[in-house]
């Protein structure tokens, strides 16, 4: 996930830890990010991955077409969804090359996924089918949602099973990182 943009920033300010992270570029899995969840105005920092259902794996993602038959996944999906801020995420062609997907607009990105406790809070982040732009890069991508989307994704359950089904609709670019 990419974390360079003014939103993004003042989120990270708005954390209620006690010690504030310092605002990186990039969030590899593993590592702690800002979400938003029903239970909470502010941002929560939060670990991203699940551990698997061995512990032998680290889950990132979830597909949003399967989430709600997935025993693993429902439970969590239906209680504790979150709201993952960022101004983009980045995805690999076939040949290895890194892309920045972002708004054309220039705003910020939310990405719908869920949280659990485990050892701690953790999040793992929705993905459907890509558009047929990001589709060049990847077969998938990841759960968007427009700002004014979060609070209905969050607290309204039927919402967010209808809104997981819809086709991503926010513009994007792409910027080869080199």
């Known amino acids: 996930m990419n974390m360079g943009h003014a939103e993004i920033a003042e989120i990270y300010r708005n954390l209620q830890e006690d010690v504030p992270p310092l605002l990186r570029w990039e969030v590899f899995p593993s590592q702690h990010a800002p979400i938003y969840t029903a239970e909470s105005n502010l941002p929560l920092f939060c670990k991203w991955g699940f551990d698997g259902p061995h512990g032998k794996q680290l889950l990132i993602n979830a597909r949003a077409e399967t989430v709600a038959e997935k025993p693993f996944f429902a439970k969590d999906f239906v209680r504790n969804r979150c709201a993952i801020p960022c101004s ?25 996924g869920f949280c659990k406790t485990q050892d701690e809070r953790r ?14 890069v990847h077969s998938r991508m990841p759960l968007l949602l427009n700002k004014t989307d979060v609070a209905n994704f969050l607290y309204d359950g039927e919402f967010a099973k209808n809104f997981i089904r819809l086709p991503n609709e926010i513009d994007l670019r792409q910027t080869p990182c080199r």
């Open 123 to 136: 999040f793992v982040i929705l993905t459907k089918p890509a558009t047929a732009n990001a589709g060049r």
């Open 88 to 112: 983009g995420f980045f995805e690999w062609d076939d040949d290895k090359n890194k892309i920045l997907f972002d708004r054309s607009d220039g705003g910020a990105l939310y990405l719908g």
